[in-house]
């Protein structure tokens, strides 16, 4: 994968908090499907790493926690030479794998899903962690 295709196509940090919710979201689904297709052009399973990120960016993006799902599709971006210490994200218990056929259905469903909760500032998160926990486990 050449992350630098996907890279540059990040706005700086202080467009991004200017930025609407609606703009924002889609910021975050251009940027995360682009990730998604660099990583298709290689023809190969994303690592754990980036399995680990794009999971969690597909999660935050349905939950409505946008600043959140840029910064781990970011961070799905970094070169094995710049991964040691950035991230504190741990695969959940018995979780083996996100392959990509999973988080390319995954992150279509949050496109088309209504933001979640932390976007309308509802504080139920038991629900919404149960809502994406099945979504991932299927």
């Known amino acids: 994968m050449n992350p630098y295709r996907v890279r540059f196509k990040f706005p700086p ?55 959140a799902a840029l910064a781990v599709t970011w961070q799905s ?25 999973k988080l390319r259905q995954v992150f279509e469903y949050a496109r088309h899903a209504e933001l979640g909760p932390f976007a309308n500032d509802a504080l139920d998160r038991r629900a919404w962690l149960g809502r994406i926990s099945k979504l991932l486990s299927r």
Do not use: C, I, K, Y
Not at 37 to 52: A, S, T, V
Not at 79 to 95: C, D, F, H, K, N
């Open 77 to 101: 971006l970094l070169l094995q030479s710049e991964r040691a210490g950035v991230s504190t994200l741990q695969l959940p218990a018995g979780t083996t794998d996100f392959p990509m056929a």
């Open 13 to 67: 940090a202080e467009e991004v908090h200017r930025l609407s919710v609606p703009d924002l979201r889609s910021l975050v689904e251009t940027l995360l499907g682009a990730t998604l297709e660099e990583l298709g052009r290689d023809g190969r399973e994303p690592d754990q790493w980036e399995q680990l990120h794009l999971s969690a960016a597909v999660g935050f993006l349905h939950a409505g926690l946008l600043r």
